[in-house]
């Protein structure tokens, strides 16, 4: 990845410190710009109304379950540029469940740089990434748990298409965040019935902002093509690509609102953390539950 030639508007863009050196004290007046601005200003993209009030959103933990195709990566690297050019020497981590989607991610945001006449190079620290002139750093990753485990201290940590990563990695990379106390966006479209993607959007008490856009909300999207992928996808398939919704897997044999529907309040009959299922009182440990082993073949 070349590097840029700095120029006057860079040096605008940017508040260049010296390594190790101390950012002054914000003022009220020295105050950025809101996102949904700032992109304008910079890289002469005007978002669209949802997109503004994603950009703007002040929470820090987002859940964007879109429609395919609605924007939802170019927002999030727009988000992240915001986040490198106003926060020096940040780190921002995206994972995504292939380096091919990563390597997407960053490509897109150095073509934002390139429009905005922004140098940047590579971090030494990973080859798949991009450094900014004030020290910035955005690193894309596949969503392989040793990949992650490395790194500390991140500020803003994305998971693309998180319905496709596995759990572990979600478990693996949250304590990155866990000194800087950062930034935490999950984007996917719906993809079953499971996995933490599932269970953060359908948790009330979770504490996140949630954004959803369907198809037929997007002004990119024509009629016609929904109607005709409707067509050939099938309700389905075409609810849970277009329309947001987390429809059951085609190999998952009970849905899961009668599983859920079934449970007894107060009752555990399912450990979801570990898979073992409980049976009644054990007789030989009096009240306590045992875990029942399936007998071997």
């Not at 964007?64 to 940040?90: D, I």
């Not at 996995?195 to 504490?207: K, M, Q, S, V, Y």
Request: aromatic share 10%; hydrophobic share 40%.
């Amino acid at each position: 990845m070349a590097l840029m030639r700095w120029n006057d508007k860079t040096a605008r863009l940017f508040r260049l410190l010296p390594l190790g050196s101390q950012a002054p004290a914000p003022s009220r007046a020295a105050a950025p710009p809101l996102p949904s601005q700032w992109v304008r200003d910079t890289f002469h993209f005007t978002p669209d109304p949802a997109q503004t009030a994603v950009l703007d959103t002040p929470a820090r933990r987002v859940l964007l379950c879109c429609t395919r195709q609605w924007g939802k990566s170019t927002v999030t690297v727009l988000m992240a540029l915001y986040h490198a050019f106003n926060a020096p020497e940040s780190l921002t981590l995206c994972v995504s469940p292939a380096l091919r989607q990563s390597r997407i991610f960053l490509q897109k945001a150095a073509r934002f740089l390139r429009r905005a006449g922004v140098p940047y190079t590579r971090d030494p620290r990973d080859p798949l990434s991009l450094l900014l002139p004030n020290g910035s750093a955005l690193i894309g990753l596949p969503a392989r748990e040793g990949n992650i485990r490395g790194f500390d201290n991140v500020s803003f940590l994305i998971l693309d298409e998180a319905a496709k990563i596995p759990d572990e990695v979600y478990t693996a990379v949250r304590p990155t965040r866990a000194v800087s106390d950062g930034r935490l966006w999950l984007l996917s479209t719906p993809a079953g019935q499971s996995g933490f993607f599932f269970r953060e959007w359908h948790d009330p008490a979770a504490g996140w902002a949630r954004f959803t856009v369907k198809a037929t909300a997007c002004p990119r999207i024509h009629p016609d093509f929904l109607a005709a992928e409707r067509r050939a996808l099938g309700e389905h398939d075409f609810a849970q690509e277009y329309l947001c919704e987390f429809r059951p897997s085609q190999h998952q044999l009970i849905p899961r609102d009668l599983i859920d529907h079934a449970v007894v309040p107060g009752e555990t009959c399912f450990d979801e953390h570990d898979g073992a299922l409980l049976s009644g009182p054990d007789p030989d440990a009096g009240s306590a539950a045992s875990e029942w082993e399936e007998p071997a073949a």
